[in-house]
T-cell receptor, first 114, second 114 residues
Framework: GENVEQHPSTLSVQEGDSAVIKCTYSDSASNYFPWYKQELGKRPQLIIDIRSNVGEKKDQRIAVTLNKTAKHFSLHITETQPEDSAVYFCAAKERETSYDKVIFGPGTSLSVIP | GAVVSQHPSWVICKSGTSVKIECRSLDFQATTMFWYRQFPKQSLMLMATSNEGSKATYEQGVEKDKFLINHASLTLSTLTVTSAHPEDSSFYIC??????????FGSGTRLTVV
């Protein structure tokens, strides 16, 4: 099955700087890669996603890149703000029969220092 | 759109008792729902995939007789933790797939077994 690795596990940046989180996946058949932000005690919120036919996607301060050959994808947050502090999870959708499972990476705890 | 409701949001139960958690898709029909468990400061671990009208598919290491899943309709899936023990204390969260792409999470249930 699919295995998703994520680095770093913790990340501290100064407000205004950029943050980059990297993930790798193992199943070359995976074709959908969402990123979630989870604040303490709350449900994960989808912040951006990318499909395998696209190499890059951007939404305001957030961008995601995908390298299918190398099987890795990254989240880029520019001009970080204190409210960006949270745990971020990358994920990959595993193709299986008629339904698709989403497998999560272990998470990155991001702290933005004012 | 794509609202998923989960109930209860938190529950405390005595060791040895059972507790039921409901996951409802409010504005769409979900043929597939996923159940995750999240221990403190850890990632979301997929427990099982629930398909309407059929038996759930459990991930390796998850006891199907302990975590009973019923997906009786296109808008409701339930997870029953039977004979709960303190080590079952966790954050349980469901998600429902929309058009096979994108997943909406429920609000989660904080289970504490005392």
């Amino acid at each position: 099955g699919e295995n998703v690795e994520q680095h770093p596990s913790t990340l501290s940046v100064q407000e205004g700087d950029s943050a980059v989180i990297k993930c790798t996946y193992s199943d070359s058949a995976s074709n959908y890669f969402p990123w979630y932000k989870q604040e303490l005690g709350k449900r994960p919120q989808l912040i951006i996603d990318i499909r395998s036919n696209v190499g890059e996607k951007k939404d305001q301060r957030i961008a995601v890149t995908l390298n299918k050959t190398a099987k890795h994808f990254s989240l880029h947050i520019t001009e970080t703000q204190p409210e960006d502090s949270a745990v971020y999870f990358c994920a990959a959708k595993e193709r299986e029969t008629s339904y698709d499972k989403v497998i999560f990476g272990p998470g990155t705890s991001l702290s933005v220092i004012p | 759109g794509a609202v998923v409701s989960q109930h209860p949001s938190w529950v405390i139960c005595k060791s040895g008792t059972s507790v039921k958690i409901e996951c409802r898709s409010l504005d769409f029909q979900a043929t597939t729902m996923f159940w995750y468990r999240q221990f403190p400061k850890q990632s979301l671990m997929l427990m099982a995939t629930s398909n309407e009208g059929s038996k759930a598919t459990y991930e390796q290491g998850v006891e199907k007789d302990k975590f009973l899943i019923n997906h009786a309709s296109l808008t409701l899936s339930t997870l029953t933790v039977t004979s709960a023990h303190p080590e079952d204390s966790s954050f349980y969260i469901c998600s429902a797939g929309v058009k096979a792409y994108g997943y909406t999470f429920g609000s989660g249930t904080r289970l504490t077994v005392v």
